[in-house]
Every structure is written in structure tokens, then in C-alpha cells.
């Protein structure tokens, strides 16, 4: 007798990015996933199911059915579907989707992310530092936005060390430069795509000392505390 298992696939290099089309209504950016292969018009993004409620509400012929766990794209007479599949993405199985193969999607540049963006933090960057960022993400075709979060992620995780129990003292010299404001002549603003880190950053802003540090809004603390991580990767991991 022979027992089948479920497939799991193996582990995917996925990372958040920012995506665009001329489809999607002026100045529109959409978020995705992308598995770091090279870029080019046949590669498409894919799609959480909460990403495709948002592209759902930019397009109106895209519709998710629930009863096929499966995006519908109505055009014309024409009906196209995209079907679930399982991936592993930041350790859990996944479904994603991958709307519009090729539409000849497009990764949006850093600069032209909207300020506004719900899932974006804006910080301050030196030139060197951000030089070597933005070389990294166009080796890599990602845009720098989504390549900076890659960073912070493996940064931080690195610093856990995959600890089962939260420790946050090797972020100790982060804090101490966070919480006094970290100098940066000629830096460069910057937005970065918040993740899954941003849990640890925030626990990390409410165990800085200063009260001036202390009463600024949460959004600024967290800045705060990315830049002075930004600026010590650049530093060890760069060396600029």
C-alpha cells in the first residue's frame, strides 16, 4: 500500500515589489511578489489574495471568485482565469496568483512611489549608501523600495539569530544612534516597503531612552530606527 503526500513546493527567494502597467489608472502602483529571477516581458509578478483585492478595485474587469480560489479577467467575450498556486513565502505556504502573464507588467522605480503609499516608510539615506543599495537592486532587477526591505529583513533576522524567544540587545547600538538622531550630510529620502520586519522595529521604539525620541509618533520613530539600520548595513556590509 503507498501513502501520498501532499506537495510542497520548495522554499522561493520571494520578495514584496512595486509593480506598474498602463493598464492600471495614472500614477496606480500595485504590490506583488517576485521570485528573483531575471526581468524581462514574459516574467510576470505574483499576487496575494490581499493584493489582488487591491488590484480588484484598480480593474474592474478583474474580479477573485471565491468558489475557484481563482482571479477572473473579463474582457469582451473573453474570460481568462488565474488559479491559486502554493508557494512558500516567508516561511508559510502561500496561495499566489499570477494576474495578467504576459501583460508585460512593470517594476516602478523607487521615485515614483506615491508618499502616500499605505505600506511605505520614508527615511534618510547618505549618497554612498544609497549608491550601493540601488546598485544591488538593479543587479538583482528589483526596485530599490522593496530591495531596501529585503535588507532590513535579513538584517534583522540576522541579528535574532532564528532565536525562539524575542531578544533585542544585539539592536542595543541601533537604539543608541536611533534615539539620537543619526547625522547624514547629503542624504537622500528614500521610500522603503514595509514587511514583516516592522514588528521587531517597532518593539525596538518603545525601549529607546530620550524623551525627545520618545515623543515623536510612531511613524517617526520607526524611520528613525530603519535609517540607523540602513546606514550600519551600508557600513559593515558595503563598507561606504
Known amino acids: 500500500m503507498s501513502i501520498s503526500t501532499p506537495h510542497i513546493p520548495a522554499q522561493s527567494a ?3 515589489i512595486f509593480v506598474t502597467g498602463p493598464w492600471l489608472p495614472a500614477g496606480a502602483i500595485a504590490t506583488g511578489y517576485w521570485n528573483g529571477k531575471p526581468w524581462h516581458t514574459l516574467t510576470y509578478p ?3 489574495r490581499a493584493d489582488v483585492q487591491r488590484l480588484c478595485e484598480l480593474l474592474p474587469n478583474l474580479s477573485f471568485v471565491e468558489s475557484r480560489n481563482a482571479v477572473r479577467h473579463v474582457e469582451g467575450s473573453r474570460t481568462e482565469w488565474f488559479d491559486a498556486e502554493p508557494h512558500i513565502v516567508d516561511g508559510k505556504l502561500t496561495d499566489l496568483y499570477a494576474v495578467g502573464f504576459g501583460w508585460g507588467w512593470q517594476l516602478a522605480r523607487h521615485d515614483t512611489v506615491p508618499a502616500t503609499h499605505r505600506q511605505s516608510l520614508h527615511v534618510m539615506v547618505r549618497t554612498a549608501a ?3 543599495m540601488q546598485a544591488l537592486a538593479d543587479e538583482d532587477h528589483v526596485a530599490l523600495c522593496a530591495y531596501a526591505s529585503f ?3 535579513g538584517y534583522i533576522e540576522q541579528r535574532l539569530e532564528c532565536r525562539r524567544r524575542l531578544d533585542l540587545s544585539r539592536f542595543d547600538a541601533v537604539l543608541a544612534i536611533a ?3 543619526l547625522s547624514l550630510p547629503g542624504a537622500v529620502r528614500i521610500a522603503v516597503q514595509s514587511s ?3 514588528a521587531v522595529v517597532d518593539a525596538l521604539t518603545y525601549l529607546a531612552d530620550g524623551e525627545e525620541f520618545n515623543a515623536l509618533p510612531l511613524q517617526a520613530r520607526r524611520e528613525r530606527v530603519i535609517e540607523a539600520m540602513l546606514d550600519q548595513l551600508a557600513r559593515e ?4
Open 179 to 181: 534615539s539620537q538622531r
Open 237 to 240: 556590509a558595503g563598507g561606504v
Open 151 to 153: 535588507l532590513l529583513s
Open 130 to 132: 544609497l549608491e550601493w
Open 196 to 198: 514583516e520586519w516592522i
Open 46 to 48: 505574483m499576487f496575494s
Open 14 to 16: 520571494f520578495r514584496r
